[in-house]
Each structure stands twice: as structure tokens, then as C-alpha cells.
């Protein structure tokens, strides 16, 4: 047996013992896990997260954010919060989830992100059963998991989304930022096989500015990647009153809750609250980890 193999009948045995033990019972059902991703950074892949998690706790769901934008950590920032630990010490098994994960005022658990620490596709074998151990607790606590993963096709951006349920792409009107959302599908498509991908776009003028993006990557992607699927959620307008937000290290749902930009985000957690029909056998933790192993073996 290689070590991949070995290591993806820990994960299954270990699953298998918690659920008998009872601590995740049969019938339960699992947290979704949704990648928010982007080609290009600056997009406001941050803020959407941060912004539908609020909504969709108002909503009553259980929301965790994982920040694996390992790079350009922030999401704590806008919740102004200033969390002692972060990822890197559940790796290490210095720290358990629990001791490292942060509430905000709108009761959303945060896994704050750590900046500057090794490549995660890098980890051993050991960190991985660590990280697998403490994300196995979430599964009875929370009904959506977000990952903000960063931007870019850089290896732990690729990891993240290869490994989530679902996979939301944000793009603004820039040209720029339509090819880096194209380029991310396409390396996702060959690479890991990801077929169904979710747009939002950001940053836009209007309704059919938004749709106009969609209908330009659709477009590509019926030339040149026809199994893929790309599915639009909608669109959040450029609004200033987001960016005085962040100014004031804040959300723009709690400063400025009326604003266009808050609005259009509250709708979109409405929609990304949906369960898709296609989801019933993939949104889970230890699927979602055995992916991880199997992604970077
Ligand atoms: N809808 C919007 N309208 C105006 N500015 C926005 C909007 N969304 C994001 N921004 C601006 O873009 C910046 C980057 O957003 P952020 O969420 O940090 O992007 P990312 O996480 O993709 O790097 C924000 O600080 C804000 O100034
Ligand atoms: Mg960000």
C-alpha cells in the first residue's frame, strides 16, 4: 500500500470510529464546504465572505470561515479582531481547533490564517492527520464552512479549491481579472478534474455589466472547455460605503446595512444558502480532507 493509500484508510477508519462512537451519527448532515476563489487578487473575495457568512448566520445557519490565504491573511482584519493563534499552530498540533478559533460579535467561528508559514501542499504526513483530527470536530458544529483561498493558480490556492465542495469564483469587469477567473478554471478543469464552478461578480455598474462578464467566461468556456459548467449567483455593485467599511476595520452589513453593496450580498447568501441537489454525497469533512491527501500525493 503507498503512503497516499495508507493515509486515506486512517482518514476513512477514523471517520468510521467517530461515527460509531456517536460523535457525528448517522443521518447527520454535514457541513457544505465552499471555496471562494479568485484569479486575480483585490477582488473582494474577502469582504464576500465575511459579508455572506454574517448573512447567512442572521439566517440561522452555523457559519465557519477557514482564512487559508496563506499569503494576504485578512479576515480578521475586517471583523477587528486580533487573534493570538492561527492555522499554523492547529498543524503543528500546538494548538486544538478550538482553542484557535475566534467568534465574531454575529457568532461566525473564524480559523484566522497565518501569514508567511511553508506552502500547505508541503505538509507531512503527520500535520495532515493533525489538521484532518481538528477539522473532523467541525463537522457537527457547522452547517457552511467558507475557505477564502486567495487568489492566483499558486499551489495552495489550486489545493483548497480542489479539495471544497464547491468552488465560487469572483471576477470584477477588468479584462484582467475575466482572464485570471478563466485561466484558474482551466488549470482546475485539467488538473483536478473540478467540473462545476459558481461567479460572482464584483465591483459592477449595474445588472447587465454583471451579466456581461458571466456571458463572456460562459462563452469561453463553451469554446474551449465544454465539460465545465459555470453557474452565475449574481452580482455586488461598486459601492464606496463597502470601502469605508473596511476603513474603519468593519463590515459593510454592520456599517452601512442599507447600501447597495450590502443588499446585493445579503441576496447572494440567500442563493449560496441553497443546498444544491447535486451536493448530497459530497459536502463533508472527511471527504473534503481525503481530497486534500489525495490532491497532493
Ligand atoms: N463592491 C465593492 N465596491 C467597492 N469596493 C470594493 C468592493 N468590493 C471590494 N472592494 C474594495 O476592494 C478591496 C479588496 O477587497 P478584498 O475583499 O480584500 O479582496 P480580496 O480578498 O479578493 O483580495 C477592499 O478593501 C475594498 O476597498
Ligand atoms: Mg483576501
Do not use: W
Not at 140 to 158: E, K, M, P, R
Not at 234 to 240: A, F, K, L, Q, V
Amino acid at each position: 500500500m503507498n503512503q497516499a493509500k495508507g493515509l486515506q484508510t486512517v482518514v476513512k477508519n477514523q471517520a468510521l470510529s467517530r461515527r460509531n462512537a456517536g460523535s457525528t451519527p448517522a443521518g447527520t448532515v454535514l457541513p457544505r464546504v465552499i471555496a471562494v476563489t479568485s484569479g486575480k487578487g483585490g477582488v473582494g473575495k474577502t469582504n464576500i465572505v465575511a459579508n455572506a457568512a454574517v448573512a447567512l448566520s442572521r439566517m440561522g445557519k452555523r457559519v465557519v470561515i477557514i482564512d487559508a490565504d496563506v499569503g494576504l491573511a485578512n479576515i480578521d482584519i475586517i471583523f477587528n479582531l486580533r487573534p493570538e493563534f492561527n492555522i499554523r499552530h492547529v498543524i503543528s498540533s500546538e494548538k486544538t481547533l478550538k482553542e484557535v478559533m475566534v467568534q465574531s460579535v454575529h457568532g461566525v467561528k473564524i480559523l484566522p490564517g497565518g501569514s508567511g508559514f511553508a506552502d500547505l501542499t508541503q505538509l507531512g504526513e503527520g500535520e495532515k492527520l493533525n489538521l484532518l483530527t481538528e477539522f473532523e470536530t467541525l463537522s457537527d458544529q457547522a452547517d457552511i464552512i467558507f475557505v477564502d483561498t486567495g487568489a492566483g493558480i499558486s499551489s495552495n490556492v489550486l489545493y483548497f479549491n480542489s479539495a471544497c465542495d464547491e468552488c465560487v469564483v469572483i471576477a470584477t469587469n477588468e479584462p484582467t481579472s475575466i482572464t485570471d477567473a478563466y485561466a484558474m478554471m482551466k488549470v482546475m478543469s485539467r488538473e483536478y478534474g473540478t467540473r462545476y464552478f459558481k461567479l460572482i461578480v464584483n465591483m459592477v455598474d449595474s445588472a447587465a455589466d454583471g451579466k456581461k462578464v458571466y456571458a463572456s467566461l460562459s462563452g469561453a468556456l463553451d469554446k474551449f472547455l465544454k465539460n465545465v459548467v459555470l453557474a452565475y449567483v449574481g452580482y455586488i455593485p461598486y459601492d464606496r460605503q463597502l470601502q469605508q467599511a473596511v476603513q474603519k476595520r468593519g463590515l459593510v452589513m454592520d456599517y452601512f446595512p442599507d447600501s447597495a453593496s450590502a443588499q446585493a450580498i445579503n441576496e447572494i447568501a440567500v442563493i449560496l444558502g441553497k443546498r444544491p441537489l447535486k451536493n448530497s454525497t459530497n459536502g463533508n469533512l472527511t471527504f473534503f480532507m481525503s481530497k486534500v491527501f489525495q490532491t497532493t500525493t
